[in-house]
């Protein structure tokens, strides 16, 4: 076999070559960099400082902290120095005369803290929850904000608390310092909610490819949260729920509701039809009130029931704290007690019934009453009849067939009046009691303001 000789000089000459060669293709990564990672953290801190205080009328973010079941808290941010700010809001207690520190530091990225108390620390506060359910979790909301990136004017963060939730600083305007306290704070707590003294259907109406589509509305104005539900049976998208956020001219809603590839999120308040409208490419999304019913209720079918409960007791005189009759009802309730008190010697009005609802023509209204201490009642029979409105709905009329002839009936006239009405009730079959009794509500068919919440048995 043949050797193979290795020239000594040579290979110390490429070696030399090699290094050489490697010291001009230097890939020291710091010098893609003018700065040192240091210099250039400190930068980035100086120029969100700098823009945080450089927007002439601070800045504005609408915070949903969990839209699965809370809805947007809107925030006015005046960052007047290196330290300071001043704050704003449409939710807990601000004080705008009042300034609190910040700090802009760094984390797992630039982090924007504001490290002491202000109206933000009221959404993080575990000890402030809207309802029990969300005791020791408030309203999940965070003080601390790691900075993301910029877009146009505007610079997003994300919650420290929950990442995935992105937090918009846009530039406020003048005219935010002054809505997000009245015209906000009016929409969240006057138009947003369901006004006692209109009608107790308030619905979403969805408007899409020629269709419409019916959903019942529910909002919880502690959470900001409205519980959204379809009526029509056809409905393709069943839930709508959504958090909710007052502006100064309707309001926003996270998550955006898509339809068809339509995204709608932001609903416009129109105060001549008491409506707020969301429209987009033709799809369109209503909320309104209905004094005159377009959809089917669902149906309770009065007297004829399943489960055989025949006999009904008014609710709010068994469970007054969960009761879901109208307040329009309610106060109706309250006023005729207080007339039956003061029209017969101070007796008080205990309970409320409808019995034998199983036959149109031997059933009773049932008042009991308490006296010196003992319970008496008062019988008033009555025949019924069932029609149906154009939509499909049961209308069930009530009439006195041989009115009592008593002492104690102006006292109990004003509820008379309301039963043996001439329009006759709608019937609304409604969350049940429980596992063996059905619980509905009946609505003036003249009047729906007044849904009176009962209990079958």
């Known amino acids: ?22 010291c001009d293709e230097n890939n020291d990564p710091e010098l893609l960099f003018e700065d040192t990672p240091t ?15 450089g927007s002439e009328n601070g800045w504005k973010t609408t915070y949903f902290t969990d839209d699965s ?3 947007g808290f809107t925030f006015l941010f005046d960052f007047i120095s290196d330290s300071e700010v001043i704050m704003d809001s449409d939710f807990g207690t601000p ?8 700090d802009i530091t760094l984390g797992s990225t630039v ?24 005791r020791g979790q408030g309203y999940k909301g965070s003080f601390e904000f790691l900075y993301f990136k910029t877009e146009g004017d505007d610079i997003l963060f994300k919650s420290n608390r929950d990442r995935d939730i992105v937090i918009r600083f846009s530039k406020a305007s003048k005219e935010d310092w002054t809505s997000l306290t009245s015209l906000n704070k009016t929409m969240l707590e006057t138009n947003i909610p369901k006004n006692p003294l209109k009608s107790v259907f308030r619905n979403i109406t969805l408007e899409s ?14 959470r900001r949260f409205a519980t959204v539900t379809a009526i029509s049976k056809d409905a393709v998208k069943t839930d709508l729920s ?13 998550p955006a509701i898509e339809i068809e590839n339509v995204v709608l999120e932001e609903f416009i308040y129109n105060l001549d039809d008491d409506e707020f409208v969301a429209e987009v490419d033709g799809v369109k999304i209503t909320l309104s009130y209905a004094d005159e019913l377009s959809f089917l209720l669902p149906f309770y079918d009065f007297g004829n029931e399943s489960r055989g409960n025949n006999n009904m007791r008014l609710y709010r005189t068994n469970l007054p704290n969960s009761d879901l009759s109208s307040e329009n009802f309610i106060n109706f309730y309250k006023e005729w007690e207080a007339h039956f008190t003061a029209t017969q010697s101070g007796r008080t009005v205990t309970r409320v019934y409808l019995y034998n609802l199983e036959t149109v023509d031997n059933s009773f209204v049932q008042v009991r009453y308490l006296s010196s201490g003992r319970s008496f009642s008062l019988n008033f029979k009555f025949t019924y009849t069932v029609t149906e409105d154009a939509t499909g ?5 009530l009439t006195e067939t041989l009115p009592v002839n008593t002492t104690r009936r102006a006292g109990i006239l004003p509820l008379l009046d309301f039963l043996f009405r001439d329009s006759g009730f709608y019937v609304q079959k409604m969350v049940d009691f429980n596992a063996n009794q059905n619980t509905l509500g009946i609505i003036p068919v003249d009047d729906t303001t007044m849904l009176a919440q009962w209990y079958d048995f």
Do not use: W
């Open 69 to 71: 079941e809370l809805g």
């Open 111 to 134: 982090k924007l803290t504001f490290t002491t108390k202000n109206v933000i620390h009221q959404l993080s506060d575990s000890n402030n929850f809207p309802d029990d359910d969300l």
């Open 39 to 53: 210099v250039r953290i400190e930068k980035s801190i100086a120029e969100l400082k700098t823009a945080l205080q």
């Open 1 to 22: 076999m043949k050797k193979i000789k290795i020239n000594t000089c040579q290979l110390i000459v490429a070696l030399c070559l090699f290094v050489l060669s490697s």
């Open 393 to 397: 709905n049961k209308i069930y009329k």
């Open 95 to 102: 004080d705008v005369s009042a300034t609190s520190l910040y």
């Open 242 to 254: 959504f958090g909710i956020a007052p502006t100064p001219t309707g309001f926003i809603v996270s």
């Open 209 to 222: 490819g020629g269709k419409t589509t019916l959903y019942g509305f529910s909002f919880n104005e502690a």
